[in-house]
């Protein structure tokens, strides 16, 4: 008699459980998805675009600046593009990527990677996991360069993890995070910005920059255009009407893990990309046992979101990322 009341009343909570998810309806599902295509992964929702990320390498239309393992385009909740690729006036820009003007291997400057000279990435895979909560990329990169060992087909320097995991849009906003581990491949090996005071380099995000491009800091107000990096911020705001019928935003938030945090930023109105300086204009040597982790996220919202409101959308994702 006991276990037929236990299952009895089992019954009773089921059938309540699936009165209220009729009433209610059921917990919604992310609309995420994940397409491969030939060279590149397409992440959408809904059937909108959120991103392409380019697996193998694009060109341009000469054959020139070959670039690989980057994201574009990457595209608002209302399909507003907020990415270039390829501008005339830097095309060796690309999208959201993360690069260093600086490599060297046992004392010697090897090519520039800012630049797209001296040294290829080859994504060697990429796996995808979709949940209803996120869509995620792991992708496997080697850093290589045929200016060592050439008659051996060149060296690989450096081993690279990417995770990119996308969150489902909330209303007009959405958030992308990043993490990007290094690991050196030998011993030896330093990774550094540009070589004089504003030691621009690591992650960087290079978007459209209409007249009205305004800035807001989560510590201080930004300066643009120095010839140093901008003061430190944690997250930096960019918002303009990147279109003729909206205004809307992109932020970068850093993560407080990341050696040199915060960070101090390479910030322009035009004809430049926007980014969080790390580790400068001195080199940082790689680890071949410990890689270097760097975390960031991009937060797209709408036109109502002033500082507060980015802040705390900042806090979320501290909450969120270890």
């Not at 009433?23 to 599902?29: F, L, M, N, S, Y």
């Not at 995770?163 to 909330?170: C, G, L, Q, S």
């Not at 209303?171 to 581990?181: A, L, P, Q, S, Y």
């Amino acid at each position: 008699m006991k276990v037929r009341s236990i299952l009895y009343w089992k019954f009773c909570l089921l059938l309540v459980v699936g009165v209220v998810q009729l009433i209610h309806g059921a917990p919604e599902k992310s609309g995420l998805e994940v397409r491969a295509e030939k060279g590149v992964f397409v992440v959408s929702e809904d059937g909108q675009t959120v991103f392409r990320y380019n697996r193998d390498a694009i060109s341009r239309p000469d054959g020139s600046y070959p670039r690989a393992h980057y994201i574009h385009p990457l595209y608002a909740t209302d399909g507003t593009l907020m990415t270039e690729d390829m501008p005339d006036d830097h095309p060796h820009h690309r999208g959201v990527f993360w690069a260093w003007t600086q490599l060297w291997v046992d004392g010697e400057r090897i090519g520039d990677p800012w630049h797209l000279k001296g040294l290829r990435r080859h994504v060697t895979d990429v796996s995808v996991d979709v949940e209803d909560s996120f869509a995620r990329l792991v992708c496997d990169v080697v850093w290589h360069t045929e200016l060592l060992d050439t008659d051996a087909g060149g060296r690989d320097l450096v081993s690279e993890r990417a995770i990119v995991t996308v969150h489902p849009a909330e209303g007009e906003n959405r958030r992308i995070d990043f993490e990007v581990r290094l690991q050196a491949l030998q011993d030896n090996i330093k990774l550094g910005g540009s070589m004089n005071k504003k030691g621009y380099g690591g992650f960087s995000v290079r978007i459209p920059m209409p007249e009205d491009l305004s800035f807001s800091g989560s510590d201080v107000e930004p300066v643009v255009n120095r010839k140093a990096p901008a003061a430190a911020n944690r997250w930096v705001d960019f918002s303009a009407s990147f279109t003729e019928e909206t205004r809307s935003g992109l932020a970068i938030f850093t993560h407080p893990g990341n050696l040199g945090y915060p960070h101090g930023w390479t910030l322009r109105k035009a004809n430049s990309c926007q980014n969080p300086v790390y580790p400068g204009e001195q080199p940082v040597p790689l680890s071949a046992t410990q890689p270097l982790v760097l975390k960031y996220s991009l937060f797209l919202h709408g036109s109502d979101y002033d500082a507060t409101e980015i802040n705390a959308a900042y806090q979320r994702y501290l909450n969120e990322v270890e």
